[in-house]
């Protein structure tokens, strides 16, 4: 498991844009694959997007794909999600995930991580 560090949410209005960070501390980021996930008040948590190691790749939910981007910075060993055209269903917990496990190539559901941030609040009023 590694440490993960989320920082970048906050309170914006439909429309608007917001990026999230998510910093691994004493960690090589090149040989994690990294993801984005997020859970709507009462409901389940859902995958938002994901990128390989050693650019291996990039997927999207098709709920966020084309306004949402997800990048990383080796050398700073930080990934973000750059989030525009925010919508109020976008309001949720956003989750920094990652895993070690060469067996996955990109992380798309809840059992392929193995470490979690602690969460960052993202609301979107209308």
């Known amino acids: 498991q590694v440490h993960l560090v989320e920082s970048g949410g906050g309170s914006v209005q439909a429309g608007d844009s917001l990026r999230l960070s998510c910093a691994v501390p004493?960690?090589?980021?090149?040989?994690?694959?990294m993801a984005w996930f997020r859970q709507p008040l009462g409901k389940e948590r859902e995958f938002v997007a994901t990128i390989g190691r050693r650019g291996g790749g990039i997927l999207y939910s098709d709920s966020v794909k084309g306004r949402f981007t997800i990048s990383k910075d080796n050398a700073m060993n930080t990934v973000y999600l750059q989030m525009n055209s925010l919508k109020p269903e976008d309001t949720a917990v956003y989750y920094c995930a990652a895993t070690s496990n060469q067996d996955v190539v990109l992380a798309t559901t809840e059992d392929r991580v193995d470490s979690w941030g602690q969460g960052t609040q993202v609301t979107v009023s209308s």
């Open positions: 004493g960690s090589t980021l090149s040989g994690l694959v």
